[in-house]
């Protein structure tokens, strides 16, 4: 997936559109059984930020983000299983943030991300050929990079830098054979209006920020179960956490939580309980990625470790002055690999 255009900030009576075309290749990492080359083909579009409750969110002189969808190819005719067996093609639909963090003249450095989910072209046979096996056709897709860019024109740039993506099944399947690759991306962007930084400055207060506020969330966990490969199947699990956070920075909240999983669906069946150290990320006033890092107090005999981690994407509701609703989606691990795909809805209370 590539990453949409890297532009300073336009003036807040004006909202340009991005559109971007990105190509890239690369190599799976050591880590996957993928063996060979991978080259992706992107197209993304989005739109700038300049609401004026996002003033604050980015400093004096500073820049909004863009955001917008990403629709990417994955080819991977260079890339087999070990045997040669063929690894199949991701075509994947994932929201797309970018963020311009340095400018110099024409020239300028931003950072993306995306995360979605996505489709894959063949899940192959897991009788007849289990070392190939993807596991199903659904996947999440995750990718991010970092670009130098250099303004053409006011409407045009090329941006040239690393990337990295992944895709798997998140374990939704038993078999969970994914893939890691860093590639070497190149981007043309066209943005319908020229842009600039705002110069307009908000305090904290006037954002109506809440410095300190409690995250309460329930998960339904979709994994994959089983005793071997050949007798599996997918359910759902659940989860419930809380966590009390302390928003420090404009855009970042630290804090400390609690995790409850009951799962009865697997071949372990088993409950676990955790304690987590957490962390908001605020990509705009109602984006957020949010992560936990946390140590199981039980269950350690049914995980390779005492250590999980989940990461993903909350969206925020509009709510009253003490509450705010969000929907989203994570994945968890333990010890990096994956254990579940986490649908979640959830409150922070003020």
Known sequence: MGGAGCFAQIAKDSKPDIFQFSAAGGFPSRETQVKGALH??????????NESNLYGYYGLGGYYPS????????????????????YSNHYSLSIHYEQTFWSAGRWSSCYFLEEGF????DCFDPVRNRESTYGGHFHVAFHMGAFISYNISDHFKVSLGPSYAHHSNSKTHFINTGCDAISAEL?????????RKHSEK???????????????????????????????????????????????FRRVSFGVGAD???????????????????IDYFLTRNLLISGRIGAYLNGRADNTSPIYETIGLNYSFDGSKWYIPYLGFSTKANAGKAEHLEIVLGFRFG
């Open 40 to 49: 992706h083909y992107v197209v993304s579009a989005g739109t700038q930020y």
């Open 67 to 86: 955001l917008g969808l990403a629709a990417g190819i994955y080819h991977y005719d260079r890339a087999s299983f070990p045997g040669g067996t063929p």
């Open 118 to 121: 996505g489709y894959t072209e």
């Open 187 to 195: 981007a043309l962007t066209y943005s319908c209006e020229p842009v």
């Open 202 to 248: 908000a305090s904290l207060e006037s954002m109506g920020v809440r410095k300190r506020y409690w995250d309460i969330q329930y998960g339904a966990c979709v994994t994959g179960g089983g005793t071997d490969e050949f007798n599996t199947w997918t359910y759902v699990s659940h989860k419930a956490s809380v966590a009390h956070l302390w928003r420090t």
């Open 260 to 278: 409850a999983f009951f799962d009865k669906g697997g071949n372990e069946n088993r409950n676990a309980f955790g304690i987590s150290g957490a």
